[in-house]
């Protein structure tokens, strides 16, 4: 049977695997002020974040994940769900978005099939730039869903 395409779900949440307090504030005021009505879910580590996607009827819009998280790290959680076909059909962006920008994280993340990699900016203006860039960016863009 051939796959069912379906529209990305633009209108769903937006997940954030952040174990900084301080930037899961500094990112709902960002998305406040850029004026983006999707709910904004954070996780401080990949188990936590993996037990949603895995369970979770709605289909997030886009993950954006650390790279350095306790219990299960950004890189494992990748892993894990691009190995996991339920959640690899759902065709859900996967974006790095991390104070570390060793080219060895970078290279082995695009291995993984991310998304995107994107360092932390040090500004709250250049934040709120990216973040908007980013989210504008996945509004325009087409990408397949795939329905088993």
């Known amino acids: 049977m051939l796959p069912i395409f ?4 633009k209108t769903g949440p937006i997940v954030f695997i952040e174990d900084d307090i301080d930037d899961q504030a500094l990112l709902i005021e ?29 289909k997030p819009f886009i993950i954006f994940s650390d790279i350095n998280l306790p219990k299960l790290n950004g890189m494992e959680l990748r892993a894990k769900v691009h ?13 790095f978005f991390s104070t570390s920008a060793e080219q060895r994280y970078i290279i082995d993340a695009y ?6 990699f994107f360092v932390k900016p ?6 709120k730039n ?9 509004l325009k863009c087409e990408s397949p869903n795939y329905v088993k």
């Open 83 to 95: 190995e996991n076909e339920d959640l690899r059909l759902k065709s859900i962006p996967y974006l």
């Open 6 to 9: 379906l529209e990305m779900n």
């Open 111 to 116: 291995s993984k099939s991310i998304q995107g």
């Open 122 to 127: 040090r500004t709250y203006s250049d934040l």
């Open 30 to 58: 960002v998305f406040e002020e850029i004026d983006i009505k999707n709910e904004l879910v954070f996780f401080k580590d990949g188990e936590e974040a993996l037990q949603y996607l895995i369970k979770t009827e709605i």
């Open 130 to 138: 990216t973040i908007q860039a980013i989210i504008s960016y996945w």
